[in-house]
């Protein structure tokens, strides 16, 4: 079993900047791939960014060149900074684990991203 939890959520103005990070309950990075995922109401959740525990990094096109993905392996963690924030990044985010062999996922609890003026 996986706990994951999501934290650095928050309200920003559009253009602003957040750091979203995602602790992981043990190490998984090695067999896991780490990804994001958001939903906004009414909508399905999306894919924002996937990282492989081997491989290119995959972004949404939407995000490409704002968002960056990363991960301390040491800690545990992985990160999710957003920069040039939209009020379309407006979502709850979810952090997601992979298990690579299977398939199997793990999910966070979500965080709150709001984008306003």
């Known amino acids: 079993q996986v706990q994951l939890v999501e934290s650095g959520g928050g309200l920003v103005q559009p253009g602003g900047s957040l750091r979203l990070s995602c602790a992981a309950s043990r190490s998984i990075f090695s067999a896991y791939a780490m990804g994001w995922y958001r939903q906004a109401p009414g909508k399905q959740r999306e894919l924002v960014a996937r990282m492989p525990s081997g491989g290119s990094t995959l972004y949404a096109d939407s995000v490409k060149g704002r968002f960056t993905i990363s991960r301390d392996n040491a800690k545990n963690t992985v990160y999710l900074q957003m920069n040039s924030l939209k009020p379309e990044d407006a979502a709850v985010y979810f952090c997601?684990?992979?298990?690579?062999?299977?398939?199997?996922?793990?999910w966070g609890q979500g965080t709150q991203v709001t984008v306003s003026s």
């Open positions: 997601n684990a992979q298990r690579e062999i299977s398939g199997y996922d793990y």
